[in-house]
């Protein structure tokens, strides 16, 4: 039976693939993030190993973590949904080369990572949700009006808005706006006229 890095490695790698092609690719189809995540999870599972390795203690890992955690994504593109995998590919990458407990523990916990992204960030489960920022082409210095004046235009349930900015000498207004589409009316039936025919 393998026990150690022989068994964490692969089941490592079979779970960073999962989560970067299998989940995150497939529903966002950023090549360089997936690159990124990937790369992001070997490194971190080779200096993890060796700093175990050495003797230098599980200490040391958890300060690379958290070194790691602070650096941002410099970059207007990324959203909050990738940086949710970014952490997730550090954690597994961590976790499978100090390899605490059992053989067996850092592997499942792995899976059980991207188990949970795959479902969280299942398309189905919030499929008419949805956050933009919203300007508006007229300042609205009663915020109370705002609400329907969103519900018109984006056409959908404002569940929680927030005015980012108030110009009053553009006469903008910025907000940030969340909300749920609403489901498509269903079409009506045409009916059909029925002919009487003499006979």
Not at 105 to 110: F, K
């Amino acid at each position: 039976m393998m026990t150690g890095l022989g068994f964490t490695v692969p089941a490592d790698l079979l779970a960073i693939a999962l989560l970067a092609y299998g989940t995150y690719f497939r529903r966002y189809h950023r090549r360089d993030l997936l690159l990124a995540y990937v790369a992001l999870n070997i490194g971190v599972l080779a200096v993890t190993a060796m700093l175990a390795g050495s003797g230098a203690g599980m200490g040391l890992g958890l300060g690379l973590f958290g070194i790691l955690s602070i650096i941002r994504l410099r970059s207007d593109s990324i959203t909050q949904e990738e940086v949710a995998y970014y952490f997730i590919a550090l954690a597994m990458g961590l976790v499978n080369g100090l390899h605490p407990g059992p053989f067996w523990l850092a592997p499942t916990l792995s899976f059980l990572l991207v188990a949970v992204m795959y479902v969280v960030d299942h398309p189905r489960l919030t499929s008419r949700s949805r956050r933009q920022k919203v300007i508006l082409d007229r300042a609205y210095p009663d915020v109370r009006e705002v609400g329907p004046v969103l519900e018109t235009l984006l056409r959908a349930d404002i569940k929680h808005f927030v005015v980012l900015d108030l110009d009053l000498v553009t006469d903008t207004t910025v907000v940030d706006v969340r909300y749920r589409i609403r489901p498509p009316a269903p079409r009506a039936v045409n009916a059909v006229p029925v002919h009487q025919y003499a006979s």
